[in-house]
């Protein structure tokens, strides 16, 4: 079988696109292994299936590279809108996801924004093992935690760049208040408009950047008081700004660009 695929990223966040509209879709979790793997495959850090959908204009399904599904990711959903606003000849678009319903417009540039819909701050919907609240958590560092339909876990700290993310990351995704385990991000405010982020991604390890990842630390961030509605996130491979009122949906918004197309083999 061969799978028309396109490589893009967003900040370094690096992700893969194949379009199945109008086809069956034979993605499975091996397969997503295989394509993921960055030494006998393509490479990535999210897998985006595009599918038809009588909703939207289409319909995304999201992998990681170790074969598991996750229901939202802020990087591959711009790069998937920016490719089919090109297309149609539109400003903006709506895609389907398991989170619901997304809409995604065109900014200046190369820059595209995505709603990513309301963060999740209840406990039982990030989600933890038991009840408590998710502003301030009963692990070292205090970390607080929300759902952007995946689990994030948000510590703030002093300096990012003296923190082994390798080292931290591994054990405190699959803590056991995760039942689910949990992205991780260890946020460094330089003011309220302007944080430093680091991640360690649930399924993937450490990105240069996740779109998803800066919209909960934001979230978090103003849940703790720290930072405003608007904010400049810098990641290890660039920045983006994510808004938040506080009520409704978090609005991501950065530069999406192609890498290169292919077409990938499976035997």
């Not at 619901?100 to 309301?118: E, F, H, K, N, Y």
């Not at 056991?176 to 680091?198: E, M």
């Amino acid at each position: 079988m061969t799978l028309p695929f396109v490589k893009m990223h967003a900040h370094g966040d690096d992700f893969i696109i194949i379009d199945r509209r109008g086809e069956d879709n034979p993605i499975t979790a091996q397969i997503a292994r295989h394509l993921g793997n960055r030494r006998t495959g393509i490479g990535f850090n999210q897998l985006a299936v595009v599918l038809d959908c009588e909703e939207a204009a289409a319909r995304v399904q999201f992998w990681n590279p170790d074969g598991t599904r996750l229901q939202t990711c802020g990087s591959a959903t711009r790069g998937v809108a920016d490719r089919l606003m090109h297309e149609a000849g539109t400003q903006s678009i709506v895609l389907g996801s398991d989170r619901g319903l997304l809409t995604c417009t065109r900014a200046d540039g190369q820059r595209v924004s995505v709603d990513m819909g309301p963060p999740s701050l209840d406990w039982a919907s990030v989600p933890l093992a038991r009840a408590m609240d998710t502003c301030v958590l009963p692990i070292d560092g205090q970390p607080a935690a929300c759902s952007m339909g995946n689990p994030h876990c948000t510590f703030f700290v002093e300096d990012v760049t003296a923190l082994d993310i390798e080292a931290m990351g591994p054990s405190l995704e699959v803590h056991p208040l995760f039942p689910a385990r949990t992205n991780v991000h260890f946020v460094q405010v330089l003011d309220r408009g302007h944080i430093r982020l680091r991640i360690w991604e649930r399924g993937g390890g450490v990105p240069l950047g996740s779109g998803s990842c800066c919209c909960a630390a934001v979230v978090n961030g103003i849940r703790r008081g720290l930072l405003d509605e608007r904010v400049e996130v810098q990641c290890d491979g660039g920045a983006v700004t994510v808004q938040w009122d506080g009520r409704g949906g978090v609005i991501l918004t950065g530069r999406v660009e192609p890498i290169m197309q292919g077409t990938a083999y499976l035997y």
